[in-house]
């Protein structure tokens, strides 16, 4: 890419409008390739921003270092993506709901990787948890109807990331967030990052706070296959089974976006060309085209993503 395109895509975002005929209100956009990287901030960065569910992706990094570097083990057992969850945390809840453990007892890892969990609705956002303490989450998720086999329905939502995390750290007796700062934020240089908690657990699904420029770097380590300045931060083979399709994505999850989903890896939508993303509400991307060796990071508070969505393919061509 070129800076006068680059340059050209951020004037036409300035100057269009959205289908509410609002300014689209986008915070920052940064790409790179392997020789340039351009950046421009629509506003002064002078506060961490949420990246909303962006942050699922590094939930799935601090499995990688766990179950490859680390082959981690939960009383004996080594932990894989075919770990099923039942025994880790049946202890920590009370199940009122008593259809759901023959259920429960066949979900590993792997489906909520894959949001094939068994739910019929999606969960842990706004509406449905608005009136529930935070404290009792995994009580109410393990308690909300199965209604499908797991594996069998694809259901994306905020629940998988959120039980992740729990069972994270009844893994490993560490908070997911100080992991992922031990282990993944300090290797990269990431000094500054908010995480909030659910309870006693690392929120996951959600409520990461990062730079750009540093998101940006989470980004590059993954076209990188793991490497960080010669530093192998996450394992290759795990960078290759993220973005690699897991499960592919019914007609109805082809958005009018233009990244059209085709499959699910771990935690990355994926697309039929290659290319791989992971997006927030509310116009949060971090899109990643191995071809051309782009990463491309954006932030915003945006209503009408179809539009913003346009113009960063436009960024990646």
């Known amino acids: 890419m070129y800076k006068e395109t680059f340059d050209n895509i951020i004037a036409d975002m300035q100057a269009v409008k959205d289908i509410r005929n609002n300014s689209l209100t986008m915070d920052s956009i940064i790409v790179s390739d392997i020789n340039n990287k351009y950046q421009y901030y629509f506003i002064e960065e002078k506060e961490l921003h949420e990246i909303r569910s962006i942050s699922k992706l590094i939930v799935a990094l601090c499995y990688g270092i766990l179950i490859c570097d680390m082959q981690a083990k939960y009383k004996e057992e080594q932990i894989n993506l075919d ?13 009122e709901n008593k259809d759901n453990i023959s259920k429960l007892q066949k979900v590993t890892l792997r489906h909520l990787f894959t949001h094939t969990t068994g739910y019929d609705k999606q969960l842990l956002f706004q509406a449905d948890i608005k009136d529930i303490s935070p404290a009792t989450f995994l009580h109410f998720l393990c ?175």
Request: hydrophobic share 40%; proline share 4%.
């Open 83 to 95: 770990t099923k969850i039942w025994s880790i945390i049946k202890d920590k809840v009370t199940i």
């Open 143 to 317: 308690n909300e109807p199965l209604l499908y086999e797991p594996g069998e329905h694809f259901l994306y939502s905020n629940a998988s990331a959120f039980l992740l995390s729990v069972i994270f750290q009844e893994i490993t007796g560490q908070n997911l967030s100080h992991f992922a700062n031990d282990k993944i934020f300090s290797k990269l240089e990431i000094t500054n990052f908010f995480w909030k908690d659910y309870g006693n657990y690392c929120a996951g699904a959600t409520g990461l706070y990062l730079f750009n420029n540093d998101l940006h770097k989470i980004g590059k380590l993954l076209i990188q296959q793991g490497i960080w300045n010669g530093l192998q931060v996450i394992p290759p083979e795990w960078i290759r089974k993220m973005t690699t399709p897991q499960h592919m994505i019914v007609k109805e999850y082809n958005t009018v976006e233009a990244f059209p989903r085709s499959a699910y890896g771990l935690f990355l939508w994926i697309c039929k060309n290659g290319d791989y993303f992971i997006q927030g509400n509310g116009g949060q991307y971090l899109l990643v085209s191995p071809q051309k060796n782009i990463v491309l990071t954006a932030l915003g508070h945006v209503g009408d993503t179809q539009i913003v969505s346009r113009y960063l393919k436009l960024l990646l061509e």
